[in-house]
């Protein structure tokens, strides 16, 4: 008897230096969909995509720092999201447009606050670029709240992004 899941198979397993490319793409669709406006067509198509793959690549090797790690969630063999995570922070958490709201993301912070207990961190936080209301409404869900240390980051000549830190005990 063969049995079905209607559900496939869905995973998050630590990084490979051969997922550098996938999470570079991942990395840009994400900035593609959510912050456009904010970085503006010219900075999205001035990426060096070749850069940014063998800095992720670099992160996985070679770690940046003591207990940073990447952690990407699969659906099925398909690489669908990453979260890039250090001591206290989670860098950078992301899940593919056409994969969001199936778990990946939920298990990806799991993962991370494991790290980060393993690290023997008691509160973490993540920056969230201010409209994005989406990634407020999933990290408010588990639990993180704003707290009140906000950063301007200058993307190009005349564009800047400005976050919020979110933060939680552990």
Known sequence: MVLFSEHADVSVRPALPTDAARITALQVESWRSQLAQELGTETLDALDLDAMEEQWKTSITAAPSAGFSVLTALHAHEIVGYVAVAPST???????????????????????????????????????PQNAQAKKDFYASAGLAPDGCVRQLQVSQDRFITEERWSALL
């Open 90 to 128: 989670i860098v950078s958490l992301e899940v593919s447009p056409l994969h969001q709201r199936e778990g990946h993301g939920s298990r990806l912070l799991t993962a991370a606050v494991d790290r980060l207990q393993q690290s023997n961190s008691t509160e973490f936080t993540v920056w969230i």
